[in-house]
C-alpha cells in the first residue's frame, strides 16, 4: 500500500519514518550532512536497481512541507527502477535530522534552502560523474529554485510550483480560513526564477488550485533564449502527478516523461 501524504501548505514535521528504503529492497546508506550553519541533516543516499541500467545520474529530493523524507520513498523506487540514484534528506526540524524551532504557520523557512545546497553539495561529492539535479516536490520547488538559481544543479524538476507565494497565502485564507506567514526573505523570491540557468522541467497539475499550472507555465514563457525550459501538464490535482502516471509500476510514466526532458527531447 503506498502512503499518501496530504499536502499541509503549512509545516507539519513528523520525527518518525513510517519506512526505510530498504523496506522496498532498496539498496542504500545513510548519511549524516553537515550545512553551512552547522546543523546536521540525516540523508539516505539510493542506488538504482541492479536490473537497470545505471543513467549516471542523482536526483536530490527535496521533499514538501509535511511529514519527512520517508514520504518519498515509493518516488526514489520508481527512479531506482529506472537506472536513477536519489538522496532524500530531512530538512532540519524534521525526522531524524537537528532540532530547529519551527512554526506551524509558516509556508516555508530559508533555512532550508542552505539545507538543500549541503546536500547537493555532498551528491556532488558522492557521485563526482554524476549528473546531479534536484527534484523539488511542492515547497520543495521553492527551495529548489532557490538553489537552482545559485548553485548550478544540471537540471531542476518541480512538481506542484509555486510562483506566486502571496498568492498562496490568500488563497489559504480564503478557501481554508489558513493563516500563513513568509519569512522575510520571500520578498526577493518573484526574481529567482529568472535566475536558474540549468534545463527546467515544470510539471502541473491542471486542476491544482494550491499551486496553480498557470504559475509553471509563467516560468516558461519567460524563460530567455538559452534557458530551456518545458512545461509537462498533467490531468490531476497538487502533487498528484506520479499517481496519475503510474502504469504498470507507480510512477513509471512520471520517471518516463523525466528520463525524455533529461535526454532532450519533449517530456
Known sequence: MLLVVVPAFALRPVAAWWAKPDTLGLKYQQLEITTADHVKLTAWLIEPSAKATDQHTTMVVAGGDAYNMSSNIYTAWALADAGYRSLLFDYRGFGHSQAFAIDPQRLYYEEFATDLRAALAEARRLQPRDRVGILGLSMG????????????????????????????????????????????????????????????????????????????????????????????????GHLGAQDKLTEKFFAEGYVQAISRFLAGGEA
Not at 537552482?148 to 490568500?170: C, H, M, Q, R, W
Not at 488550485?209 to 533564449?225: E, G
Open 141 to 236: 520547488g521553492i527551495i529548489g529554485s532557490r538553489v537552482g538559481a545559485s548553485d548550478k544543479p544540471d537540471f531542476l524538476i518541480t512538481e506542484g510550483y509555486a510562483g506566486n507565494l502571496p498568492a498562496i497565502v490568500a488563497y489559504q485564507k480564503a478557501a481554508h480560513n489558513k493563516t500563513l506567514t513568509l519569512p522575510a526573505g520571500a520578498a526577493t523570491y518573484p526574481r529567482v526564477a529568472a535566475r536558474v540557468h540549468c534545463p527546467w522541467l515544470l510539471i502541473a497539475g491542471t486542476q491544482d488550485k494550491n499551486t496553480p499550472l498557470a504559475d509553471s507555465a509563467a516560468v516558461v514563457k519567460a524563460a530567455r533564449r538559452r534557458q530551456r525550459r518545458q512545461l509537462l501538464a498533467v490531468d490531476c
